[in-house]
T-cell receptor, first 117, second 108 residues
Framework: GAVVSQHPSRVICKSGTSVKIECRSL??????MFWYRQFPKQSLMLMAT?????????EQGVEKDKFLINHASLTLSTLTVTSAHPEDSSFYIC?????????????FGPGTRLTVT | AQRVTQPEKLLSVFKGAPVELKCNYS??????LFWYVQYSRQRLQLLLR??SRESIKGFTADLNKGETSFHLKKPFAQEEDSAMYYC??????????FGTGTSLTVIP
């Protein structure tokens, strides 16, 4: 099946700094990727839809200037958390949309644990 | 507004017992529902989707539009079924909305 990787798996940064998380589709091309956020013991919350070659679409309540998304190629989407604060500490998960038969499936990355100190 | 509700955060059953994980949804359009599973220390993966009407690892789920439900069922639970289960709804544009998840523990 399709494989999605994320890098780094864990990152610790100081408050006020920015951190970039990469999401790659390893054996397929993904025109659309999604970024989720998951707080401890809570569900995945869709943050934004990343479209190759165009601007990302953000969900209501998600600050686009805070969470910069770049999808410059068919295999890579990046999420940059700018001026990170402790409340941004979370588990960030990306997924890639794959056409499977007549429908689309999502394949998820392993996630990135961000801790802001 | 689109919404997916999983009323049980935790569910424990004995091995060999039937299991049912509940999922209810609200959606103004024609829903497409999925169940995802996350085993310990693994990534989220698709378990099944309603349009396929398939049985995966002994699990089935039927979309009941009248009750707006998509409950996941298995007649005989196995220890390896212990995992976190998420019900998800896909809206137009392919964005997914996830329920809060149910942690299933199968007791040997």
């Amino acid at each position: 099946g399709a494989v999605v990787s994320q890098h780094p798996s864990r990152v610790i940064c100081k408050s006020g700094t920015s951190v970039k998380i990469e999401c790659r589709s390893l054996d397929f091309q993904a025109t659309t990727m999604f970024w989720y956020r998951q707080f401890p013991k809570q569900s995945l919350m869709l943050m934004a839809t990343s479209n190759e070659g165009s601007k990302a679409t953000y969900e209501q309540g998600v600050e686009k200037d805070k969470f910069l998304i770049n999808h410059a190629s068919l295999t890579l989407s990046t999420l940059t958390v700018t001026s990170a604060h402790p409340e941004d500490s979370s588990f960030y998960i990306c997924s890639a949309r794959v056409l499977a038969g007549a429908s689309y499936e999502q394949y998820f990355g392993p996630g990135t644990r961000l801790t802001v100190t | 507004a689109q919404r997916v509700t999983q009323p049980e955060k935790l569910l424990s059953v004995f091995k060999g017992a039937p299991v049912e994980l509940k999922c209810n949804y609200s959606y103004s359009g024609s829903p497409e529902l999925f169940w995802y599973v996350q085993y310990s220390r693994q990534r989220l993966q698709l378990l099944l989707r309603h349009i396929s009407r398939e049985s995966i690892k002994g699990f089935t789920a039927d979309l009941n539009k009248g009750e707006t439900s998509f409950h996941l069922k298995k007649p005989f639970a196995q220890e390896e079924d212990s995992a976190m289960y998420y019900c998800a709804l896909r809206r137009t544009g392919n964005q997914f909305y996830f329920g809060t998840g149910t942690s299933l523990t199968v007791i040997p």
